[in-house]
């Protein structure tokens, strides 16, 4: 197990310039995972941490020794990629032990790694197949059976969930959060899908535009984003978000939109007649059974089984609601929706950030 460390990275591709000055540490045993959309730099981090890339600037270092001109193969590093990248021609245990055969370790040592991680991973009937024998699935079991046996001071995963169906993905996800509590090996795991984000990770790393927007544990980022597109990136379904304006007055604190007065919390950093965005997420919206609250008419009705999402029009805006359990509400229904002003998020609207 190792820390790692990013001081000021920078990373060009001819003229331009994809990573801008990124720095950050990764505890010692910790599962940090870089989520963002495509194109906003976390595979290309990734890679230069595994030596793949150059670093146009600044340092990485691994357990305090910096790796900027080690090659790749002297980093101890494993990294587990998203097509999988098996040896069509190997065995599974061919496959899982060419890395230490390549290091000349000994017969033994390399027999008692490849059982071991084939035990953990559930790969022991597996291990005379060749890969394309195996399901998607077993062959990315198959690859992080590669990486186990190197025992290697930090695993990299680039979006290795990506090419499964839905329904692997989950129990996959589950697999290598379990891998890690068992094995504790320092991890960095690159995906676009906040969910696998949300699931997997002690901390996330938001990333946009080759910049870091924010760090921070995953309830934290969704409890508290730092601005705007951190907000609308993390969670499912994403943060409703209306444009209007802040106001204060008789001890209250609203914010005007589509006609209608959004209640939110004392913001001792917002100003009144401050134009703001305001940001709800679905689950914080429930349905009023007072005959008070913010008026919507029912576009669409989605039952899932234990939730029901509800799309509403609120003036010219579109507002989804999650609501636990089911509903009687029809399309074309007149509602009433309530929120707690503790649940609302209100953000500037010139630098998209937080208001405290």
Avoid at 86 to 103: E, I, Q
Avoid at 152 to 175: G, Q, T, W, Y
Wanted: hydrophobic content about 40%; glycine content about 8%; overall charge negative.
């Amino acid at each position: 197990m190792a820390s790692v460390s990013f001081r000021n990275i920078e990373k060009s591709f001819g003229k331009f310039k994809i990573i801008h000055g990124i720095s950050f540490d990764i505890s010692d045993g910790e599962f940090v995972v870089l989520v963002g959309p495509s194109g906003c730099g976390k595979s290309t981090l990734l890679r230069m941490l595994a030596g793949l890339e150059e670093i146009s600037g600044g340092e990485i270092a691994i357990d305090g020794v910096v790796v900027n001109e080690l090659d790749s193969k002297d980093r101890d590093i494993a990294m587990v990629f998203q097509s999988y990248a098996l040896y069509p021609h190997m065995t599974v245990r061919d496959n899982m032990a060419f890395s230490m055969k390549l290091r000349k370790a000994e017969r033994s040592l390399i027999e008692k790694r490849v059982a071991d991680a084939a035990h953990v991973l559930n790969l022991d009937a597996l291990l005379d197949r060749y890969p394309r024998e195996l399901s998607g699935g077993q062959r990315q079991r198959v690859a992080m059976g590669r990486a186990i046996v190197r025992d290697p001071k930090v695993f990299l995963f680039d979006e290795p969930l990506s090419n499964l169906d839905a329904k692997l993905r989950v129990a996959m996800r589950a697999e290598i959060k379990a891998l890690h509590q068992r094995l504790k090996t320092t991890t960095v795991y690159v995906t676009h899908d906040q969910i696998e984000a949300m699931t997997m990770a002690d901390r996330i790393v938001v990333m946009h535009d080759g910049i870091i927007e924010q760090i921070g544990t995953p309830l934290a980022l969704f409890d508290r984003p730092r601005n705007l597109f951190v907000a609308q990136f993390i969670g499912s379904p994403s943060m409703n978000v209306l444009q209007g304006t802040f106001r204060r007055g008789d001890g209250q604190c609203w914010v005007e939109a589509e006609g209608h007065r959004w209640p939110a919390g004392a913001l001792t950093q917002a100003a009144d007649s401050q134009r703001v965005h305001y940001g709800v997420r679905p689950g914080d919206i429930h349905l009023s059974t007072s005959g008070e609250g913010i008026e919507a008419r029912v576009i669409v009705v989605e039952p899932t089984g234990a939730e029901t999402e509800l799309l509403l029009q609120v003036g010219d805006s579109r507002v989804i609601v999650v609501m636990h359990g089911r509903t009687g509400v029809q399309p074309d229904d007149i509602v009433k929706i309530g929120i707690e002003p503790a649940k609302a998020h209100v953000f500037d609207a010139v630098s998209s950030n937080r208001l405290e």
